[in-house]
C-alpha cells in the first residue's frame, strides 16, 4: 500500500479503507473520486498495482466505460461525451486518464480537508452514518495511534526480574490467562501463579476490569486490530461496540 511518511499515516489509512468500502459497494473509481475528493491517480496509488482491491476497481469500472461506449456509437460524440465528464483515452495502452481536478497526492488532500484523524474528519463532514460506515470507522486508529510493544524477552522461574513481574502482571490485567502468560514468558506456570498471588491479583480477571483496561486504550487511539491482539481473549464485539461509544460517538457528541 502506497504510504507517504511526510504525512500523518492516518489520512492513508482512512482513504485506503473508504476505497474499500465503496469498492465493495459497487462504486467505479470516478465515483469513489467524488466522494473522496481524491484524484483516480492517487486512488490508483494506494491500491497499489496487481492488488485485490485494484481488480475489485477494475471490475467496477469497465462497466462504466463499455455503457460509455455503447451510448455514444460515433466517435465524435463518444469523444464529446468523453470530454464532458473529463476523461480522456489512450488507445496503444487501452487507458482512459481523468483530468478532473480532485487531490493527486496525500499532503494535499490531507491540508485542505484540514484532516487530523479519521473519526473526526468523518464526524465533521456530517456524514449520515450506516452500520458499514461504523464498521470502517471501528477499524481505524486514532492519531495518537499507540505502537504495541511486545516483549521479546524471555525469562526463567530463577529470574524474575522486577520489569518482567511488571510485564506479566499488565498481561494478566489484560485477560490473559496462566497459561498463555507462561507460554509468552517461556516460565513455569507455578512461577506466573506465585507472582500473581505475591501481587494480590485476584484470578480470573473480571470482563469488568478488563474493560476500564480496553477504555483508555480507545481513547489513545489503539486500532481495533492492536486491540485485538492486546486483549486476545475478550469479546471482539464488544470491543468494537466500546469503539463506536468512545471514539466515534463521543466525537460526535463533542461536536
Known sequence: MYEDKRYHPAATEYLVAFIKHLADHGKNIYEIEKLLDAHADLINKLVGKDTPLAKQLA???EPFY???RRNNPDPEQLRKAMQALQL??????????????FLKNIGPWQ?????????????????KYTKNDFDVLTALSTPA????????????????????????????????????????????QLAAEQTCEDQKIILPVTNEAIEERIIPAIKNGYSLEQLTKRFIN???ERIKELIKIHRILAAQNNL
Open 111 to 127: 491540508r485542505q480537508h484540514h484532516f487530523t484523524d479519521a473519526v473526526s474528519y468523518h464526524i465533521n463532514r456530517k456524514k
Open 234 to 236: 475478550f469479546d471482539v
Open 66 to 68: 463499455a455503457e460509455l
Open 88 to 101: 480522456s483515452y489512450y488507445e496503444p495502452s487501452n487507458t482512459y486518464y481523468h483530468y478532473g481536478n
Open 145 to 188: 495511534s499507540a505502537a504495541l510493544n511486545t516483549p521479546v524477552q524471555k525469562f526463567t522461574d530463577r529470574d524474575l526480574s522486577p520489569d518482567y513481574k511488571l510485564q506479566l502482571m499488565n498481561d494478566i490485567y489484560d485477560g490473559l490467562l496462566i497459561k498463555q502468560v507462561s507460554e509468552k514468558y517461556n516460565c513455569s
Open 59 to 61: 471490475d467496477n469500472t
